[in-house]
């Protein structure tokens, strides 16, 4: 059974066992938990960059690995990053990008209790 594309075992058995508040959380809360939402690192009167960090460092790292083949493969991810690259933005942020777009997806399907759907991708 296809979970996603771009999705193998090893992230549907990583998201398993080290993410059981998928499907349960809203789409910030999602990212927020697994260290891919971009956390200001401002100052009073200084505007600063945008960083990842904190969060569970072993599902960011087996979906950072996961979204080079999904970005070749799955529809939305391939036109997103090449949108975000064509645009001039740096390509580890537009992979980051779309990571946060496949876990929102993947999130949104545990919570919807529905299976993958070529079509609605």
Known sequence: MLIAKGVGNVLAYTLISELPELGKLNRIEIATLVGIAPINHDSSSFPGRRYIRDGRHPIR???????????????KLKSMYKRLVDAGKPKKLALITCMKKQITILNTMVKNSTYWDESMA
């Open 61 to 75: 790292t087996v979906l950072f690995v996961s979204i080079t083949s999904a970005i070749q493969h799955h529809p």
